[in-house]
């Protein structure tokens, strides 16, 4: 059975509240394209809404995919100044991640993903401050 618009509207909602940007605007796509093409003010009104929610999905889709790539660089950035042993900008790269680290990333593996982050600046930090007494 093919859902309704109704039902694929409600689907891409709760893909919404979870932040599943991807999922929810195709889920608004679908809706889209099978809301009837009829010309009266409720359809386009809908029509428009369901566009506006897709568009803006993409754009946190976009958004979120950027935000985990600066955390991945510099993290990498930061990795390699430990390694040369510059320990004050290692700490300040690595804090640095954990600002932009995704907020809306929740669950174990993240919040032990952002505690590593937390960390390893904290540590670095205190290796520099101990270099310079």
């Not at 359809?43 to 979120?64: G, I, M, N, S, V």
């Not at 505690?115 to 401050?129: P, T």
Request: charged letters at 35%; one cysteine or more; hydrophobic letters at 35%.
């Amino acid at each position: 059975m093919i859902p309704s618009s109704d039902e694929l509207r409600k689907a891409a909602d709760k893909a919404e509240k979870e932040q599943d940007w991807s999922t929810a605007a195709d889920l608004y796509r679908q809706a889209l394209e099978i809301l009837p093409k009829t010309r009266t003010l409720r359809h386009r009104r809908e029509r428009l809404r369901l566009q506006q929610r897709e568009t803006f999905c993409r754009l946190q889709a976009k958004r979120q995919m950027q935000q985990q790539k600066n955390t991945a660089q510099l993290s990498e950035e930061a990795r390699a100044a430990a390694e040369q042993l510059q320990w004050q900008l290692a700490a300040d790269l690595y804090q640095q991640a954990l600002d932009v680290f995704p907020s809306f990333l929740t669950g174990e593996l993240y919040d032990r993903h952002r505690q590593q982050l937390a960390d390893k600046a904290s540590r670095f930090r205190r290796q520099a401050q101990e270099d310079k007494e």
